[in-house]
């Protein structure tokens, strides 16, 4: 076969496998032969084969017993270090969760998208406890970006793994979590799609928080009718229901503050020629200010980041304890300032976020947003583990623009749209306000091969 299972969308290898073209033992061993042949050994954490040949195995009795689960059924996917796996310990990506007990149960997605057939490849790599947009991890390595031709640069974070997975070739899909960007960033530097869901659309029981006002899953894969049959399952939906939306008439605004502040050239050019193309197929594009976006900045600025806040409250006895010491230093320093959020500041940020979503909700209504993911393709990763100051300036970045979208708790899909400096993939970012996941996907679906241009 010219075309590796891994490489393939979840769609195309759904066809073969249902249609008895593949065999889902045979996709697993061959997805194993993948990873194992594969140079950059950071990208999973553990493989789970014992798990996998189990669980392919009895979706090949079922296939050939004509008792498929469904759409999913056989189809590989890696996990994200943050979802309890039942008999292995999740680390989060940090060595001081590895004595841990294993945990005695999947988490409740896990077990959803296993009952819908799928097989558990492994565990990816992450920023150590999911603090990070940049990827990098002193613990486990970083997974080096696969689209990287000159030398090596990072893969975004936090799901870091997740992201290099799929855009590698080595499954079809990965799922991440998304605090301030976690998916949408390592899919859009990747050259992959990335779906952030509306948080709470999905179950989030057994995966390691790192600040539950603002988490969020989502998977990584090639397409977004791929992201479209995972949501489903993970709403416990036996077939998708998201249905294709015209893109004749539909508003699309794109903010003109803050989120192109020094964006590099080739991430503004290949952004615009996707709006360009976006309004020939019939969409109408509106260049407004979206006062929110400087409100959220004042009030970072004022009282901190609500995520360093929460992950302060969760990590403040291991900060205080020998086990910082054994943690990456950029991930203690940065928790540390959640310290300095008092509670009245705290409160009152709360306070202010209600606010800025009801006003953004009733202002942007039925329409969507679109911008760049990420204003800077990925940059080298050697300079960033080098030189804190840079790696703190480049991750503040890195998450600036995908932060907006879980402050206002947003749902947002970032699709391949061209590539900037070095060849590197640039992302746009489709997003809509909360609970509109279905007209989010609906028209992603339509806007994709638009977007996409000639990326391949």
């Not at 290949?270 to 709006?275: G, Q, R, T, Y």
């Not at 020939?280 to 200010?289: D, E, H, K, S």
């Not at 006895?317 to 310290?339: F, I, K, N, S």
């Not at 800025?356 to 990763?381: C, E, Q, S, Y």
């Amino acid at each position: 076969m010219s075309k590796s299972f891994g490489a393939m969308s979840v769609a195309q290898l759904s066809v073969l496998i249902q249609g008895g073209a593949a065999d889902p033992v045979d996709v697993a061993e061959a997805v194993f032969d993948a990873i194992a042949n594969y140079a950059d050994k950071a990208v999973f954490t553990m493989l789970l084969e014992d798990r996998a040949m189990e669980e392919a195995r009895a979706s090949s009795e079922r296939l050939r017993q004509g008792r498929s689960l469904g759409l999913l059924d056989g189809i590989p996917i890696a996990w994200k270090d943050l979802f309890d796996i039942e008999g292995r310990t999740t680390t989060a990506g940090s060595r001081v969760l590895a004595g841990d007990a294993p945990a005695e149960r999947d988490a409740a997605v896990v077990a959803l998208l296993r009952n819908a057939g799928m097989i558990a490849i492994g565990c990816t790599n992450m920023s150590e406890f999911a603090f990070s947009g940049l990827g990098i991890n002193p613990h486990y390595g970083t997974p080096v970006n696969p689209r990287s031709a000159d030398r090596p640069r990072i893969p975004g974070g936090s799901s870091s793994g997740a992201g290099v997975a799929v855009a590698a070739g080595l499954v079809p899909v990965a799922m991440g979590t998304d605090t301030g960007g976690s998916v949408r960033i390592p899919a859009a530097l990747n050259g992959i799609v990335g779906y952030k869901a509306t948080r709470g659309r999905h179950a989030m029981d057994g995966v390691y928080p790192l600040a539950k006002s603002l988490d969020s899953l989502g998977p990584l894969c090639r397409t977004v009718k791929d992201a479209v049959w995972i949501d489903a399952a993970m709403c416990g939906l036996t077939a998708p229901e998201v249905a294709e939306r015209s893109l004749q008439g539909l508003e699309l605004l794109v903010p003109e503050n803050i989120v192109f502040d020094g964006a590099e050239p080739g991430v503004v050019v290949a952004f615009e020629a996707a709006l360009e193309r976006l309004q020939r197929a019939g969409v109408r594009v509106l260049r407004i200010t979206i006062p929110a976006f400087d409100a959220i900045i004042d009030l970072l600025t004022t009282y901190g980041p609500l995520v360093t806040a929460q992950a302060y409250a969760l990590h403040q006895d291991r900060l205080a304890g020998p086990e910082a010491d054994r943690m990456d230093h950029r991930v203690v320093m940065r928790t540390r300032l959640g310290a300095r959020t008092t509670a009245p500041h705290y409160m009152a940020l709360l306070e202010a976020r209600r606010r800025l979503i009801a006003d953004v909700d009733r202002f942007v209504g039925d329409r969507l947003i679109a911008f760049p993911t990420v204003a800077h393709v990925a940059p080298p990763i050697a300079p960033l583990e080098q030189d804190d100051e840079l790696f703190f300036a480049t991750n503040n970045k890195t998450l600036r623009n995908t932060m907006f979208g879980n402050f206002l708790d947003w749902c947002g899909v970032s699709v391949p749209c061209g590539t900037g400096e070095a060849g590197m993939p640039v992302g746009l970012l489709l997003s809509a306000t909360a609970r509109r996941d279905e007209a989010l996907l609906g028209t992603a679906l339509a806007a994709e091969a638009v977007i996409r241009g000639d990326f391949d």
